[in-house]
């Protein structure tokens, strides 16, 4: 705030947060602004990881160190209408960095989709601590990182509390669910990255695979109404079924 005056930046994004509706028309200048003010901030993460290792490298401590970096969340900038995070359940929000320094374990990528979830039973995995015993709803990556494990059968969820939206997707595609609307979405993650164009009534075996995944999720974390879910799916199934999609 300058001479008593709000700045009209930040007046816009909480005016769009209060409001929780999309803003496309908020000006160009001022999201390449916002954009920039994020990079700063991963700029100034960059240089604190730098100084936390070289630090644990000091005290002989690196070497027997597992470090982790993850995030929670991404940030939308207006590419599917709105600013920050917590209204879509596009990659925009929920496609996060984990990144991982494991002493003895080399250096290698996973395209294999995994969930922040996964990071605690990987941790104690590497620990020595059995995770099989303990009620954890993630799974050990270790076997994964290692090369010793073909990737988890099943999808990756995701949940937002605006709408009640919920997600899974597998390698190639992601099912969308509001239980506001009681509408789905579906996206092709590979040949439509950006998950601009609702693919769900040319693609009805994606759907009758994946439908069922969030059906299960859902009665699993008991959030929300699964019933809604479970009618949902079933009337897109008669929608399919009289355009000629399913038999």
């Not at 929670?72 to 996060?96: M, P, R, V």
Request: overall charge negative; glycine content about 8%; proline content about 7%.
């Amino acid at each position: 705030m300058r001479d008593g005056n709000p700045n009209p930046i930040a007046v816009a994004i909480d005016d769009a947060i209060q409001s929780q509706k999309p803003r496309p028309e908020f000006p160009p200048v001022d999201v390449q602004h916002l954009m920039d003010l994020y990079d700063d901030e991963i700029g100034s993460l960059d240089e604190e990881l730098a100084v936390l290792l070289a630090d644990l490298e000091k005290r002989g401590l690196l070497e027997r160190t597992i470090v982790v970096l993850a995030a929670d969340n991404g940030e939308q900038f207006l590419e599917h209408g709105f600013l920050k995070h917590g209204y879509t359940l596009y990659d925009t929000d929920i496609h996060t960095p984990l990144a991982w320094r494991i002493p003895g374990v080399g250096p290698g990528e996973i395209s294999a989709p995994v969930q922040n979830l996964d990071l605690v039973p990987t941790l104690l995995d590497y620990l020595g601590v059995r995770v099989d015993s303990l009620a954890l709803e993630g799974r050990s990556l270790r076997g994964l990182i290692e090369g010793a494990a073909a990737a988890p059968a099943g999808g990756t969820y995701a949940f937002a509390m605006q709408d009640l939206k919920r997600a899974v997707a597998d390698d190639r595609y992601k099912l969308l669910f509001s239980a506001r609307t009681k509408q789905f979405e579906l996206v092709d993650l590979r040949a439509d990255p950006g998950e601009r164009a609702d693919v769900l009534a040319h693609n009805p075996e994606a759907f009758l695979r994946l439908q069922p995944l969030l059906k299960e999720w859902e009665m699993k974390m008991a959030r929300g109404r699964p019933e809604e879910l479970e009618r949902a799916g079933q009337e897109v199934q008669e929608r399919l079924r009289a355009l000629g999609y399913l038999p």
